[in-house]
């Protein structure tokens, strides 16, 4: 019974490193949006480059989702430069 377990594990955990992971699914690209309101719809507060930046635009409502990423694909919507993009 015992051996029989390991095999079956060993089968499946061989499978499973076996198997190809899609690209598309291990790198997603990241969402780029037209505009401000269409970013502001999905992350109220904007879109951070990483969780120490400081918003150089004064005080704001909600705080930024954190994602270097999604800071990229959107930078050009950070108009004051300080990596926050569409803050609010």
Known sequence: ???????????????????PVSQETAHAAPKKYKNCTELNKDYKGGVAKSAGVKNKGGKTKYKPFV????????KSKDRDRDFIACEK
Not at 1 to 19: D, E, H, I, N
Not at 67 to 74: D, G, H, I, P, T
């Open 1 to 19: 019974m015992r051996k029989g377990l390991t095999y079956g594990l060993s089968f499946v955990l061989l499978l499973a490193v076996a198997l």
């Open 67 to 74: 994602s270097a990423e999604l800071y990229k694909a959107n």
